[in-house]
């Protein structure tokens, strides 16, 4: 078979994508079963993490977990190990259906964002023309509103049998926005020809940094000074803020100054990784990451943008502070 476009990434881990219905009312069950699980995983050589993702308003109680080990073996041993198999027994009656699962051999991306899990059944003999058919979706799904990225997966020998797709877009309403556009469809129906049947998850990836933008080594990360203006967009209200309430607080209460501090930024670093560089990278993704077209345009946009939110930051501050 040919070689892939991501087989290279295969010795950089190993990722399972399992998607399960959870019968109605039984979801605390579910969640202490599934701290077991994640619990038995990580006593498994190879073990990097597991994440859980619930189901979002328009799904009916399909949660998605993902699992991550450093290769393909440490995973497909951790998948058909006896302890897994008594854990699957005990939960069995939490689920409406068999779970159904994708094998990654990849790492995968980081950012959070919403992506697209989409499992292709090729026809036999056709691989080659639906590389190709998949390789014109990418170049039309690249100019659709909020486009990430996109990575093809091939099947694993033994373990993974189906072609995989993961694309990621910056918002759920971008994402639904391509998965019902006529674009799509009409490249579905032509499709049609290369693949059997297709299968669609969409999960919303939990935090992995603050700036990791796609899963593809350095080309994702935005550029230091980016980088930098950024957290300072971030990192000054926040500490500002903190100051100006818990700091009062804490020296009123007589706490020594190195507690004080430790307490600040155990706060300042907690506001920051799961509330505002969130934010702020979804907001500036345009100038983070920016496309191939306009990049010295929009990276001077972006700039003006940032230093204008540090003058009105600092404009209010000291209002407040008067």
Known sequence: MERGPNQEFGSRGATVLISLTVREGREDDYRRWQQKVDQAAGGFSGFEAAEQYPPTSDEQNSWSVVFRFSTIDQLTA???????????AEGDDLFEGAATQEILAGEPPTRDVVTAVVSHDVRPGRERDFRHWQNKVRKVQEK?????????????PGVQEKWVAVFRYDSRAHLDEWLESETRAKLLEEGEDYFAGYDVRKIRSAFGSWFRFDGEGEEGIPSNWKQAMTVLLALYPTVMVLSLTVGRELGAAGLPGYLSLFIGNVLSVSILTWLLMPLVNKIFAFWLVPGPARVAVTNLAGAAAIVACYLLLLAIFAWVAA
């Open 78 to 88: 951790w998948l058909n190990s006896a302890e897994r198999q008594e854990l699957l």
């Open 144 to 156: 659709s509103p909020g486009f990430m990225g996109l990575e093809l997966f091939e099947p694993v």
